[in-house]
C-alpha cells in the first residue's frame, strides 16, 4: 500500500534559447505526471546555464512549475548556481550575486518539508566551505530539522562520496569534499535519516553505507558514458518514491520515447565542451 508517490528529477539542464534537452525533459514530465505524484523534487542542474545566463533559470523555474504534484521543491546544481567557491576543479563557481541570481529567480537554495510521517531535507552543496554566511545558516537548520523522530529524506544535488565515505579527494569537483562530507555524515547518521539522493554524475546508482542508503538519480537531460570513475550506470530517465509508513521503495523509470543521448564526447581532449557549446549562439533550422 502506498501512502503517498514522490517523483524525483534531476539534471534537467533547460533552457529556451539553447533547447538541447528539452525533449527529454518534456517527454518525462509526461511519464512523471501520468503517475499522479504527491510530491515533486529536482536536484539540481535544473538549467542549462544559470550562473552566466540568467534567461535560463527563469525557463528553469517556469518548466518546473508544470509537474502536476501539489507539492514542488528544486535544490540548485553546479550549472544554477556554480560550484562551491573552494572547489579546486571547478570551471563555473558560485559567487554572492549568482546565488542571490538563483533566489531571486527560482527560491531558498536549502529547505525542509514534512509530508506524512517523513521530514526532507534540501541541501544547496556548493555552501559547504564557501565562507558564505548562509553555510553557517544551512548547517543549522540540517541541525535542527534533524531532531525528527519520523524518517527523513535528504535531497542534494552533488553526491556525498563516490564509492566509499572515507575516499580522500579534495580537488574533486564530483563529490562533496572530505571535511564537509565527515561533518554532514556523522550529523545524519546520528538522526532517523533513511537515504541521501542525488544528481549532478547523470547516473543510477545505490550504496548503503551506516544504514542510510545514497541513492543516484539519472538526469533527465543526457547520460556520459565517457566518466566511469564514479561506478555506476549511464542512464537517462527518473525515479518514482513510494512510501508507506516509514518504508519506501525506490523505482527506475526510462520512458521509450526519451533519447539516450551520451555526451561523452564533450569530456575528451581539454576543457569541457558543455562551456563552449552552451556558450555559442544555438543554432536551429531556421536559422540555417
Ligand atoms: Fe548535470
Ligand atoms: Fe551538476
Known amino acids: 500500500m502506498t501512502d503517498f508517490r514522490l517523483i524525483l528529477f534531476s539534471d534537467t539542464h533547460v533552457s529556451a534559447t539553447h533547447p538541447l534537452f528539452f525533449h527529454n ?4 514530465l509526461e511519464a512523471a505526471n501520468a503517475l499522479a505524484p504527491d510530491v515533486a523534487v529536482v ?3 535544473l538549467s542549462l546555464n544559470g550562473p552566466d545566463a540568467p534567461a535560463d533559470l527563469d525557463f528553469a523555474a517556469a518548466q518546473m512549475k508544470r509537474f502536476a504534484a501539489p507539492v514542488i521543491h528544486v535544490t540548485p546544481g553546479n550549472h544554477d548556481v556554480g560550484y562551491s567557491p573552494a572547489a579546486i576543479a571547478a570551471e563555473q563557481k558560485m559567487t554572492p550575486d549568482r546565488r542571490q541570481q538563483y533566489l531571486d529567480r527560482v527560491g531558498a537554495d536549502f529547505w525542509v518539508f514534512d509530508h506524512g510521517d517523513w521530514r526532507y531535507i534540501g541541501l544547496n552543496p556548493f555552501l559547504f566551505e564557501s565562507g558564505f554566511e548562509a553555510e553557517a545558516e544551512q548547517r543549522k537548520m540540517v541541525v535542527d530539522a534533524l531532531d525528527h523522530s519520523g524518517p527523513i529524506g535528504v535531497f542534494t ?3 556525498f562520496f563516490a564509492h566509499h565515505p572515507g ?16 561533518d554532514y555524515l556523522a ?3 546520528a538522526a532517523n535519516v533513511r537515504f541521501v539522493a542525488s544528481g549532478h554524475i547523470h547516473k543510477d546508482k545505490r550504496l548503503i553505507f551506516d544504514g542510510i542508503t545514497h541513492i543516484w538519480a539519472p538526469g533527465t537531460a543526457f547520460m556520459s558514458s565517457g566518466n566511469d570513475a564514479f561506478g555506476g550506470v549511464p542512464w537517462v530517465g527518473f525515479l518514482e518514491f513510494n512510501f508507506s509508513g516509514d518504508r519506501y521503495s ?4 526510462e520512458p521509450e520515447d526519451m533519447i539516450n543521448m551520451d555526451l561523452r564526447n564533450w569530456t575528451r581532449g581539454p576543457g569541457h565542451r558543455y562551456f563552449r557549446v552552451v556558450e555559442r549562439a544555438y543554432r536551429g533550422p531556421s536559422d540555417v
Not at 525506490?250 to 523509470?253: G, I, L, N
Open 25 to 28: 525533459f518534456d517527454v518525462a
Open 43 to 45: 536536484t539540481g542542474d
Open 157 to 159: 544535488h552533488v553526491p
Open 167 to 182: 575516499e580522500d579527494d579534495d580537488e574533486t569537483a564530483g563529490t562533496v569534499t572530505p571535511a564537509p562530507r565527515a
Open 187 to 189: 550529523l545524519f547518521q
Open 250 to 253: 525506490v523505482q527506475k523509470h
